[in-house]
């Protein structure tokens, strides 16, 4: 039975994603942002619900193994396997300003958890804990992230000349579509984390693991789906700025509001997890000054390195 409840967890919080997605990209649309901006914002934020709500319902329940491990593990499959399949799909153009100030951003994050994180080195702790003063600075660098969005939102609303009228009916259907989409992920969100964390008990598993490997690719499933749909519509933009979007939502908002409900214990092996996170993210600033494209040999790389991953954590466990 605890099979069945992850898998109708894991079958809601796509559907969920997949319907607010829908319903709030259509607003974005109608709003006349970039389809990048799009991708940063609404695309990202939707798709990173899942994590959100798996994460913060994790730590409600003082479960921080998958909390923490959710979020980094998401991250991980975002830069390697997701990237990796969407560009082998179609070559991602990464736009100038991706570079420059969104990728560095979604660095800036991964090394200010690490700070945060590291008690015992920085502190001489007896623990590592994120705690909710990290947690309320997290989230401080989100209201930052936000300003500089909502920064380029404005100028491409400056840019925009042409005028769209909706009717009022559209509008609404596209509200009720995010609407049913939250409270699809929010209850398949509480699924997924009481039964994972069955599953762990039943295996010996630590829910570190489990956050990094079951949760992780399922909360990232809807990021996955999306991206490939936006190669394949060749929305390189939406694509791009999904995943890093996502990557930053997922450690600063996701983390900064989960350690703020709760304090998470940090398990030492997630060190290396979030090391490597970093080292990804720098690659990936790399991959993308190659020609200002991350191409099919660049996908074929980041993929070949999740799959490793993946084969040294299990064993690691």
């Known amino acids: 039975m605890t099979y069945v409840l992850l898998l109708v967890g894991f079958a809601l919080l796509i559907k969920g994603a997949d319907y607010f997605v829908k319903g709030a990209s259509r607003i974005a649309e109608n709003l006349q ?9 609404i695309v990202a934020f939707g798709t990173s619900s899942p994590e959100a709500t798996v994460s913060i319902t994790a730590a409600l329940e003082d ?15 975002n830069i390697t396997f997701v990237i990796g399949l969407t560009a082998l799909i179609a070559p991602l153009k990464v736009e100038t300003e991706t570079i420059r100030k969104e990728i560095p951003f979604t660095l800036l994050a991964g090394i200010a958890l690490l700070i945060l994180m590291s008690d015992a080195v920085l502190q001489t702790a ?7 003063s990290d947690g309320f600075v997290l989230l401080l660098f989100f209201a930052v992230f936000l300003y500089y969005i909502f920064e380029v939102a404005r100028r491409d609303r400056s ?17 009720f579509l995010t609407i049913l989409g939250l409270a699809a992920i929010i209850f398949g969100g509480d699924l997924v984390v009481g039964s994972a964390s069955e599953i762990a008990v039943s295996f010996g598993m630590s829910t570190t693991l489990v956050g ?5 690719i399922g909360t990232s499933l809807p990021e996955l789906i999306t991206s490939i749909t936006a190669a394949i519509k060749k929305e390189g933009g939406i694509a791009i700025g999904n995943i890093v979007g996502s990557n930053i939502f997922n450690i600063f908002f996701v983390l900064g509001a989960a ?9 030492s092996k997630v060190f290396f997890d979030i090391i490597l996170m970093i080292v990804l993210t720098v690659v990936l600033l790399v991959f993308s000054r190659t020609s200002y494209t991350i191409g099919r040999r660049e996908g074929v790389t980041l993929a070949v390195v999740y799959i490793l991953y993946m084969i040294y954590i299990i064993i690691r466990n």
């Open 126 to 132: 007896s623990t590592n804990i994120i705690t909710r």
């Open 212 to 216: 990094l490997t079951i949760v992780a």
């Open 259 to 267: 350690s703020a409900v709760s304090p998470l214990a940090v398990d």
């Open 159 to 175: 840019a925009q000349t042409a005028q769209e009228t909706t009717d009022g009916k559209v509008w609404g259907k596209y509200i």
């Open 33 to 41: 942002v970039s389809p990048l901006l799009v991708g940063l914002t």
């Open 63 to 77: 479960n921080a193994g998958v909390a923490l491990g959710n979020v980094v593990g998401s991250n991980i499959f």
